[in-house]
């Protein structure tokens, strides 16, 4: 996670568009790369804040450390404890459920995995 808690707005939505071009979003994350392209970040394109509008610059700049304070916040009550591990269910495709999928990700990249034992049974 530190590699995002260092990147600048610019830099971090720079590389979310080079990601999109090498891996396409899933068909029902659709409705959020339509709200993407109304700003002008786009699966098929680089994206430069640059040229952006100044009202969008000043959005996604506030974006970055607002998402990454939303996600920590959760993490706490991302999966259920069962006999002492945590479990995270069957994650589903559901655009409902998008950003439960975006903290597990974001989950699994910061730490071990989203399985992990909470307790000892010692």
């Known amino acids: 996670m530190t590699q995002v808690d260092t990147m600048t707005a610019g830099k971090y939505f720079t590389y979310v568009a080079e990601l999109m071009k090498l891996h396409p979003p899933?068909?029902?994350?659709?409705?959020?790369?339509a709200r993407m392209r109304r700003i002008g970040i786009e699966p098929s394109r680089s994206f430069d804040i640059a040229k952006a509008d100044d009202v969008?610059?000043?959005a996604l700049e506030r974006?970055?450390?607002?998402?990454?304070?939303s996600m920590r916040a959760k993490i706490p009550?991302?999966?259920?404890?069962?006999?002492g591990w945590r479990m995270n269910g069957p994650l589903k495709v559901e655009v409902s459920v998008h950003a439960h999928r975006?903290?597990?990700?974001?989950?699994?990249?910061?730490?071990?995995?989203t399985c992990q034992r909470t307790r000892s049974t010692r």
């Not at 974006?63 to 304070?69: E, G, R």
């Open 102 to 113: 975006i903290r597990v990700q974001w989950r699994w990249s910061v730490s071990a995995p």
């Open 56 to 58: 969008v610059k000043g």
């Open 63 to 69: 974006a970055l450390p607002d998402a990454l304070k």
């Open 26 to 33: 899933h068909i029902t994350d659709e409705p959020l790369i």
């Open 77 to 83: 009550t991302l999966a259920r404890v069962v006999n």
